[in-house]
C-alpha cells in the first residue's frame, strides 16, 4: 500500500478512510487484530510508511474528511463477485472510491477519477482497466 500511495501522490492524505476485510502478513501495527477500523489519511499514511504490512486482503475506502460513513454492510473483497461484473462502485455509503488488495498480489482500484487513474497508469504500465476487462470478458463467455 505504500507503493500505490506514493504513487497516488497525496491521496491518502486527503481523505478519512474505512478499512475493512483485512487480513495481513503480520502482527497489526495497530495492536489488536481488527477486520475493519477507521483512520484520518495523515495516520494511515504514518501507519503504512513506518510498517511493513502487506495486506493479503482488504478494502479501503476514501471518505471525505470529517464524514462519518453510514456502515450497513461492512465492504469485502474476499469473494466478492461484484468487481467482476460492469463498471464496479464503491461498496460503502459516502465512499469516493476504493482500494481493493485482493489475494496479497493484485489490487483493484474502484471509481478513481480520471487523474488518480493516469497517474497510476504512468506508473504501472502493465495495470488493465477494469471496466474493459469485465466488458471483455462478457462478450468472450457471451453473458
Do not use: H
Not at 7 to 33: Q, R
Amino acid at each position: 500500500m505504500n507503493d500505490v500511495f506514493n504513487v497516488l501522490d497525496g491521496v491518502c492524505e486527503e481523505y478519512d478512510w474505512y478499512i475493512s476485510d483485512i487480513e495481513t502478513n503480520c502482527a497489526p501495527p495497530w495492536g489488536v487484530e481488527v477486520r475493519e477500523m477507521r483512520v484520518g489519511g495523515a495516520e494511515l499514511r504514518k501507519l503504512i510508511t513506518e510498517n511493513e504490512i502487506q495486506f493479503i486482503w482488504a478494502v479501503f475506502s476514501a471518505i471525505p474528511k470529517g464524514v462519518v460513513p453510514l456502515i450497513d454492510e461492512s465492504p469485502i473483497a474476499d469473494g466478492n463477485s461484484k468487481f467482476w461484473e460492469g463498471s464496479p462502485k464503491p461498496q460503502l455509503n459516502g465512499a469516493v472510491f476504493e482500494i481493493v488488495c485482493w489475494d496479497s498480489s493484485l489490487f483493484l482500484l474502484i471509481s478513481v477519477s480520471d487523474i488518480v487513474g493516469q497517474k497510476f497508469l504512468s506508473k504501472y504500465t502493465d495495470a488493465v482497466d477494469l471496466d474493459a476487462y469485465n466488458e471483455l470478458t462478457r462478450k468472450s463467455t457471451g453473458r
